[in-house]
């Protein structure tokens, strides 16, 4: 038997064990409940970048298309962007976001456990905003949902329905923007399968650009195409719009990395090289090519530039934000160029832009990523991963195949609800005043 004393040691030794176990258990518990902490610092920046967002669309894209299109359908075309906003927002806080973010159906689609914002309050989420309130996530998102179907309107400018404009609209942003919302950012099959997309490269521009040249073919050209002349009627109005998205583009690239940090920092950067590049190489190659270089082309070669750089943003050094640039300013100049031997009529050449554009930056970011640069990304095939650009080229054929087939489908059924197009008359008259009753220049 143990002498008294040793029995006294063991039975303390025991009891301190026992006390310090329970403090480990505690702590470790404390830790799997403590609630996830409010950064003020990201929370701003959300903020603010969810107003740079809605200064690209409003009032960016408005001027930026209003000032392409001929005088009488300014007044038309801006309408267009500002019921898109207002259409889309209401939609997105009913249902949409719950569908996008909500939890994973299958890989498919989003649950309605966040119907009407029931649940998402100011608190953080674990996995979509870490040190931001969850409602600043939702205002963020909903900007980008709101611009996506804007950008397409750009494809059938001067010629289609005020209503079916927005029916469309709607309809697409559920039917086609929501799904890709949700595999790719929201926890979907593509993002399972590991795509990268930091702001949208197929979200938003493959989507748009592949829509568009479905609308374009659908609604036919325009009254004269071809023969009359359809010149943009206000440049300085156009250049002022290029200003406001490339301003706005801080915050969409930028406010993708959900908070005040170096990933911000380095697609903020990467964005701006991009732009100026891409402005620099549209403005060269058109130089040689027709003589001369024009306003319009230096505005187009910065917002093919932004678009293109987007799903790269938060994964490549500046130094292949410089190639991206080029190379976005010379490919979407040649599929411009390239647009009339094809004979489809993309009035604002949004699938020019943002489709090339889009397809470019979906591409380079399979080839240039690093994880250097963002940890939480993944490496490309210039950093010996392959797989990531297999990965990445799937994410386009997908994008691209999805969104045309939506499309035509959502149009038919507009078509079949309130008819696509306005008449000749009308057309010939000008949206401002058929539509709208207005006139934007007395």
Same mark, same amino acid.
């Given at each position: 038997? =143990?002498?008294?004393?040793?029995r006294?040691?063991?039975?303390?030794?025991?009891?301190?064990?026992?006390?310090?176990?329970?403090?480990?258990?505690?702590?470790?518990?404390?830790?799997?409940?403590?609630?996830?902490?409010?950064?003020?610092?990201?929370?701003?920046?959300?903020?603010?970048?969810?107003?740079?967002v809605?200064?690209?669309?409003?009032?960016?894209?408005?001027?930026?298309?209003?000032?392409?299109?001929?005088?009488?359908?300014?007044?038309?075309?801006?309408?267009?962007?500002?019921?898109?906003?207002?259409?889309?927002?209401?939609?997105?806080?009913?249902?949409?976001?719950?569908l996008?973010?909500?939890?994973? =159906?299958?890989?498919? +689609?989003?649950?309605?456990?966040?119907?009407?914002?029931?649940?998402?309050?100011?608190?953080?989420?674990p996995?979509?905003?870490?040190?931001?309130?969850?409602?600043?996530?939702?205002?963020?998102?909903?900007?980008?949902?709101a611009?996506?179907?804007?950008?397409?309107?750009?494809?059938?400018?001067?010629?289609k329905?005020?209503?079916?404009?927005?029916?469309?609209?709607?309809?697409?942003?559920?039917v086609?923007?929501v799904p890709?919302?949700?595999? +790719?950012?929201?926890?979907?099959?593509?993002?399972?399968?590991?795509?990268?997309?930091?702001?949208?490269?197929?979200? &938003?521009?493959?989507?748009?650009?592949?829509?568009?040249?479905?609308?374009?073919?659908?609604?036919?050209?325009?009254?004269?195409?071809?023969?009359?002349?359809?010149?943009?009627?206000?440049?300085?109005?156009?250049?002022?719009?290029?200003?406001?998205?490339?301003?706005?583009?801080?915050?969409?690239?930028?406010?993708?990395?959900?908070?005040?940090?170096?990933?911000?920092?380095?697609?903020?950067?990467?964005?701006?090289?991009? $732009?100026?590049?891409?402005?620099m190489?549209?403005?060269?190659?058109?130089? $040689?090519?027709?003589? =001369?270089?024009?306003?319009?082309?230096?505005?187009?070669?910065?917002?093919?530039?932004?678009?293109?750089?987007?799903?790269?943003a938060?994964?490549?050094?500046?130094?292949?934000?410089?190639?991206?640039?080029?190379?976005?300013?010379?490919a979407c100049?040649?599929?411009?160029?390239?647009?009339?031997?094809?004979?489809?009529?993309?009035?604002?050449?949004?699938?020019?832009?943002?489709?090339?554009?889009?397809? &470019?930056? &979906?591409?380079?970011?399979?080839?240039?990523?690093?994880?250097? +640069?963002?940890?939480?990304?993944?490496?490309?095939?210039?950093?010996?991963?392959?797989?990531?650009?297999?990965?990445?080229l799937?994410?386009?054929v997908?994008?691209?195949?999805?969104?045309?087939?939506?499309?035509?489908? +959502?149009?038919?059924?507009?078509?079949?609800?309130?008819?696509?197009?306005?008449?000749? *008359?009308? *057309?010939?008259?000008?949206l401002?005043?058929?539509?709208?009753?207005?006139?934007?220049?007395?």
């Amino acid at each position: 038997m =143990k002498a008294p004393a040793e029995r006294r040691t063991l039975v303390v030794g025991a009891r301190v064990g026992v006390l310090l176990a329970s403090w480990v258990w505690a702590g470790q518990a404390w830790a799997q409940s403590a609630p996830l902490k409010i950064d003020s610092g990201d929370t701003a920046w959300v903020l603010v970048s969810s107003a740079l967002v809605l200064a690209m669309l409003m009032p960016g894209l408005a001027l930026f298309y209003g000032g392409l299109v001929r005088t009488k359908n300014v007044l038309a075309t801006i309408m267009q962007s500002v019921m898109i906003l207002s259409v889309v927002s209401v939609l997105w806080i009913l249902f949409g976001y719950s569908l996008a973010f909500g939890p994973d =159906k299958g890989g498919v +689609i989003g649950g309605l456990d966040w119907v009407g914002l029931n649940g998402v309050g100011a608190e953080p989420h674990p996995i979509y905003a870490p040190t931001i309130p969850h409602q600043a996530f939702v205002l963020f998102q909903l900007m980008f949902a709101a611009i996506t179907p804007a950008l397409i309107t750009g494809a059938f400018a001067e010629r289609k329905r005020f209503m079916s404009v927005v029916l469309f609209a709607a309809i697409w942003s559920i039917v086609v923007y929501v799904p890709l919302a949700h595999w +790719i950012w929201g926890g979907g099959w593509l993002a399972k399968l590991g795509a990268l997309d930091f702001a949208g490269g197929a979200v &938003i521009h493959i989507s748009s650009g592949a829509s568009a040249l479905v609308c374009a073919i659908i609604l036919g050209k325009r009254r004269g195409y071809g023969t009359d002349y359809m010149a943009p009627h206000n440049l300085p109005m156009t250049l002022l719009g290029t200003g406001f998205l490339w301003f706005g583009w801080f915050g969409f690239n930028g406010g993708s990395a959900l908070g005040a940090n170096g990933i911000a920092v380095s697609a903020i950067l990467a964005t701006h090289t991009a $732009a100026a590049m891409g402005s620099m190489a549209w403005c060269g190659v058109e130089w $040689a090519h027709r003589g =001369k270089p024009t306003v319009l082309g230096v505005a187009s070669g910065a917002v093919a530039g932004l678009a293109t750089v987007t799903p790269a943003a938060g994964y490549i050094s500046p130094l292949f934000a410089v190639a991206i640039g080029t190379v976005a300013g010379m490919a979407c100049y040649a599929a411009i160029v390239w647009k009339g031997r094809f004979g489809y009529d993309d009035s604002l050449d949004v699938v020019g832009i943002h489709g090339v554009g889009g397809v &470019i930056g &979906i591409l380079a970011t399979g080839l240039c990523a690093s994880k250097i +640069i963002n940890p939480a990304g993944a490496d490309g095939l210039f950093y010996g991963n392959p797989g990531l650009f297999g990965v990445q080229l799937l994410v386009v054929v997908v994008t691209t195949i999805f969104s045309m087939v939506g499309t035509f489908v +959502i149009l038919k059924l507009v078509d079949s609800m309130t008819g696509l197009r306005v008449s000749s *008359e009308e *057309e010939a008259t000008g949206l401002d005043l058929s539509q709208h009753n207005e006139r934007a220049y007395s």
